[in-house]
């Protein structure tokens, strides 16, 4: 089925671990994003990549670094997790020009720092 | 930057009966984009309803429809003839038109509770 495909689906982590979270989409979307989803607060943009071979940081890049492998994949690394990193995370894209259809999203990662 | 509101964390509506679930954003721009999105408790995030906001006919997909007040800035999401399968968070989003800018803004989401 086309759309986005995230893994892992569930992690947990020790405080100081690292660990990348994997995004791949086969739509041909230029732009990929990466949000964190925390109880009462909505879902909120770490990193986007607007198209390949850039990255730009969104309203919680902290702690987190992105790279965009080439058009179909995007990841997210945590170098040393923290507690305050427990969440979930989803994975977007979209088309640039196709702004109007909104995002489609991965099923999310739930990930848990102890 | 843009926020958005959903002022109501908790709804709940009997099954086959009417509910709208409530909206407002803050924003400058005279064009750009509005979106619900449905997270069910497999946590995928599904596009419900779009709008845009220099078309002033109100956006509708089936059951679903919103009431787009621009002057108000207000976005709600109708959800006629309810079903158990319309249980799930609720969120409203933005988006600008303006080129270059890539982020949704999200609103901290409605739980919607289907009464059987």
């Known amino acids: 089925n086309a759309g986005v495909t995230q893994t892992p689906k569930f992690q947990v982590l020790k405080t100081g671990q690292s660990m990348t979270l994997q995004c791949a989409q086969d739509?041909?979307?230029?732009?990929m994003y990466w949000y964190r989803q925390d109880p009462g607060m909505g879902l909120r943009l770490i990193y986007y990549?607007?198209?390949?071979?850039?990255?730009d940081k969104g309203e919680v890049p902290n702690g987190y670094n992105v790279s965009r492998l080439n058009k179909r994949e995007f990841s997210l690394r945590l170098e040393s997790a923290a507690p305050s990193q427990t969440s979930v995370y989803f994975c977007a894209s979209s088309e640039t020009w196709g702004r109007q259809y909104g995002y489609t999203f991965g099923s999310g990662t739930r990930l848990t720092v102890v | 930057a843009q926020t958005v509101t959903q002022s109501q964390p908790e709804m709940s509506v009997q099954e086959a009966e009417t509910v709208t679930l409530s909206c407002t954003y803050d924003t400058s721009e005279s064009d750009y984009y509005l979106f619900w999105y449905k997270q069910p408790p497999s946590r995928q995030m599904i596009l419900v309803i779009r709008?845009?906001?220099?078309?002033?006919q109100n956006a509708t997909e089936n059951r679903f429809s919103v009431n787009f007040q621009k002057a108000a800035k207000s976005f709600s999401l109708k959800i006629s003839d309810s079903q158990l399968g319309d249980a799930a968070m609720y969120f409203c989003?933005?988006?600008?038109?303006?080129?270059?800018?890539?982020?949704?803004?999200f609103g901290t989401g409605t739980r919607l509770t289907v009464i059987p």
């Open positions: 709008q845009e906001a220099y078309k002033q």
């Open positions: 989003a933005y988006r600008t038109k303006q080129t270059g800018a890539n982020n949704l803004f």
């Open positions: 739509m041909n979307h230029n732009s």
């Open positions: 990549s607007a198209s390949e071979g850039t990255t």
